[in-house]
């Protein structure tokens, strides 16, 4: 059959502007007022907008009340702006991660987005492909595809080129056709495209696509959420409660004191915790993004940094997944390379490397296929068989069955005699070197299952260790990370070159030794011993993979899966982060399995995506503890000072407290999210839970510190004798700077004031800024008297320096001792339940 050659460029850009993208609309992100509405829709920012109306309308206070709404409109703002960002964010990922097809384009095979892909187009489809488009079959070879997303049948539905015996009717019956959407499970084909986008049958049934797994830090911060709001209530409760025996007594207005308790537990809630972390997220997407690391669902990057265990392929991972034919031990008189040539399954230097490798060498050694010859019915290259088998036209005594696949299965297939044990015995010598053994043989035959096979020969082919392989393995081990190899290789194969990249080669368990082992539970729980303890895998299956992950995750550990075809799909859904290799040999359906992609599938890029996503979980435990201490240190203050500091009535007036929750609850926590802390990421193990207790014990004693050091500061003031306004502009003052250090205790991994400690140019900026800006307003009477500030002499900002160095000095003597050892999180980023402790804080 001639080829086709498929549409010329120029036509094909013709009809992408007549017929527009090959793609579904999406969905139109809500319009600004919405947003609005939704973030005036939190019980926070209602609780703002009430205690903003009340004080300007009610006790007509216009400064006070005119601030509390600017408050809250700035929140509003931050909100609609980090949420306008994420949607960017994801727009740019679904981009990044579009589906890609091979088409026919002026006679030459080529590899563009799905989304370019144009009526008219001639396709190259194969097993893991997802069709791109709704098109009429040319040729089909052993092409099987499920269709249960349309028709619902279970089953796969096997395709024959149009022309053939093909019933109209349901989709089920219309044999000829492939239908967008749609996955190829076996064999391969070549179609001509008939419709794309909303016109295809997917695209004519398809609906938005919405919602989605909550994540693990999701999760925990809906859980951090509650706790805080408990306690932002019961902390307002508390206040209007001891506040009422100050109206009973006369001292104060019941308004005053219950706008006071709105305004303690509006404080008592860190608002910007959610955008920090959300902008931390996005951030963080982008940098992985630019390292090669596409992450599909955001909250896989926390799960990513919490990795103990990664389960990687060989080919492609470890080495180059170039590979070249280097050495072959031939039957005499057997035509070897002619019989590589016919079971291969490239086309123009495009397909599996092994076809690529094999018909390059043919090519070098001057074979051709002969004139006529025609491939009959195949057989794909399947993980179970672990073999391909063609028959062709080839000689002039009928068809011929040729086989191509592991020495052990081939050889077990041919007839006994000297030349298959001279083959069987060559083996080992070629595995043992690190090369890749297939071994090739045929019979005059029509049956794909025959036995009695003649051996042709041996094809020893060399993939070349990637050159940052060893080190990311050097790295993986320092970082406690474990790395497992795990192969359809040759044993000895699989060995050679875990021992060249330093991955620990004993023991090698075999997929042969695990079939021993299966069947009832107690053989089961002997299997999953036996995998857990295996250093490389070799010869194994996709459903011992599978295995593999539920035994590691049984025993604990998160586990980050590698893979790149069809069959790796459940393996990859089940992992805690399931990484799949994008590239020639990456399928669709790999790829949709997985939380991350990978662009060229280097061991290397997975570290440096779990360096990042440690470096981003150390940044969100900043983050938490950080806002918790100082708020919880602004309720001690406000608690205790109503009882102990009578004549100020309220120790903070309600303007006051948001106004140290807008300055210091906003951009010091967005440049905790967004920094880079000193050393090696990879160092910060995860420990724990984000509200464990031992770091709920951290922040309840550092809040105690920073409180005591602020009440000391103003007791101080009152015994000067200074002015209510005066005494409350250095609460403000004290509590400001100590919260600030606060930012550099909870980053620093052993002393706040550390070598480098200034190097965090986020924080430093942040922090500088914040200062500045609590100077001005300080300073400045017309800038403080909105939030009922005056200036103060020399020797208040001395005592607000001293608290602030005073509380670094006194939180260092709570920090953890050691960031401890790996624990697994919850993996709901791949769609899991959530584990025990789906966050770490190394540092908080």
């Known amino acids: 059959m001639r080829e086709p050659t498929g549409l010329s460029a120029e036509a094909a850009a013709e009809r992408l502007a007549e017929c527009g993208p090959n793609e579904f609309a999406q969905p139109r992100p809500p319009r600004l007022p919405i947003r609005a509405a939704r973030q005036l829709a939190d019980p926070m920012s209602i609780l703002l907008l009430i205690a903003g109306l009340v004080t300007l309308v009610a006790l007509g206070e216009v400064p006070e009340g005119a601030a509390i709404l600017t408050i809250l409109l700035v929140n509003v703002v931050i909100g609609v702006s980090q949420e306008t960002k994420a949607d960017h964010a994801v727009r740019a990922l679904r981009t990044l991660t579009a589906p890609m097809a091979k088409v026919v384009r002026d006679g030459v095979v080529r590899r563009i987005p799905a989304a370019e892909v144009v009526p008219g187009d001639v396709v190259q489809v194969a097993a893991g492909d997802r069709v791109p488009a709704d098109a009429r079959l040319l040729r089909a070879n052993a092409l099987g595809v499920d269709e249960s997303m349309l028709t619902g049948e279970s089953l796969s539905s096997d395709k024959r080129a149009a022309g053939a015996e093909c019933p109209g009717g349901t989709l089920a019956d219309r044999r000829d056709e492939l239908f967008a959407g749609t996955l190829v499970v076996r064999g391969s084909g070549l179609a001509e495209v008939t419709h794309t986008g909303a016109r295809t049958e997917m695209g004519r049934i398809a609906s938005a696509l919405g919602g989605g797994v909550k994540g693990p830090l999701a999760v925990e911060l809906a859980r951090v ?68 690391v596409i992450v599909r669902r955001l909250p896989a990057i926390e799960a990513l940094g919490a990795t103990t265990v990664i389960a990687t392929d060989k080919t492609g991972t470890l080495t180059t997944g170039h590979l070249t034919v280097t050495g072959q031990v031939a039957v005499s008189g057997s035509d070897l390379w002619r019989a590589a040539l016919r079971c291969n399954d490239a086309r123009d230097g495009l397909g599996d490397a092994v076809d690529v490798a094999l018909a390059v060498a043919a090519e070098r050694h001057g074979v051709r296929l002969r004139p006529g010859e025609e491939r009959l019915a195949a057989r794909p290259f399947d993980a179970e068989t672990r073999s391909m088998a063609v028959i062709t036209t080839a000689n002039e005594d009928g068809p011929l069955l040729t086989v191509k696949g592991a020495p052990e299965v081939v050889l077990a297939r041919c007839v006994p005699g000297p030349e298959t044990e001279r083959l069987a015995r060559a083996v080992p010598g070629l595995a043992d070197q690190g090369l890749r053994v297939l071994a090739l043989a045929d019979k005059d035959t029509a049956d794909l299952k025959a036995a009695g096979l003649r051996p042709l020969g041996l094809v020893a082919l060399s993939d070349e260790i990637r050159p940052s392989a060893a080190r990311a393995v050097a790295d993986c081990r320092a970082a406690g990370i474990r790395v497992m190899m795990v192969t359809g290789d040759h044993a000895d194969t699989a060995r050679a070159i875990a021992e060249e990249v330093g991955i620990d080669a004993d ?337 908080a």
């Open 507 to 843: 023991p090698v368990v075999t997929g042969a030794a695990l079939q021993t082992l299966a069947g009832p539970d107690d053989e089961r729980s002997k299997r999953y011993a036996r995998l857990r303890e295996a250093a490389v895998l070799a010869r194994v299956d996709p459903g011992t993979k599978l295995d593999l992950v539920r035994a590691l995750r049984e025993d604990g550990q998160v586990v980050a899966m590698t893979g790149d075809g069809v069959n790796d799909a459940p393996a990859l859904r089940n992992a805690d982060v399931g990484v799949a290799m994008a590239g020639e040999e990456g399928t669709d359906v790999a790829r949709e399995a997985a939380a991350v992609v990978v662009t060229n599938g280097d061991l290397g890029t997975i570290v440096a995506g779990v360096r990042e996503g440690r470096r981003l979980r150390h940044n969100v435990a900043s983050m938490v503890g950080y806002l918790l201490t100082g708020n919880l240190a602004e309720i001690l203050i406000v608690l205790i000072g109503l009882i102990a500091w009578p004549d100020l009535v309220v120790p903070l007036l309600p303007v006051q407290l948001l106004w140290i929750n807008l300055v210091l609850d906003g951009i010091p926590a967005i440049a905790l999210g967004v920094d880079r802390p000193a050393g090696d990421p990879l160092a910060l193990r995860p420990t724990g839970g984000l509200l464990s207790w031992p770091v709920l014990t951290r922040i309840a004693l550092r809040a105690v510190a920073v409180g005591a050091l602020v009440f000391a500061a103003v007791e101080v003031a009152r015994r000067l004798g200074w002015s209510e306004e005066q005494v409350r502009s250095q609460a403000v003052l004290a509590l400001v700077f100590a919260r600030l250090t606060l930012a550099y205790v909870v980053r620093a991994r052993r002393r706040t004031f550390e070598r480098g400690w200034w190097r965090g140019r986020s924080v430093l900026v942040a922090v500088t800024a914040t200062a500045a800006l609590q100077v001005l307003v300080t300073v400045i009477p017309a800038l403080g008297a909105p939030l009922a500030l005056v200036p103060l002499p020399p020797a208040g900002w001395a005592m607000a320096l001293g608290a602030a160095v005073l509380s670094a000095l006194a939180c260092d003597g709570v920090r953890p001792r050691g960031s401890g050892g790996g624990g697994r999180t919850g993996s709901e980023a791949t769609g899991q339940a959530p584990s025990p402790h789906p966050f770490t804080t190394p540092t």
């Open 225 to 292: 959420s509650r706790r805080i709001g408990l306690i932002a209530v019961m902390a307002g409760v508390v206040m209007i409660l001891i506040g009422l025996t100050r109206v009973q007594r006369g001292e104060a207005a019941l308004l005053d004191i219950i706008l006071a308790g709105v305004a303690l537990a509006i404080a008592a809630v860190p608002e910007s915790l959610a955008a920090a972390v959300t902008t931390a997220l996005a951030l963080g997407s982008q940098r992985m993004a630019a390292l090669g």
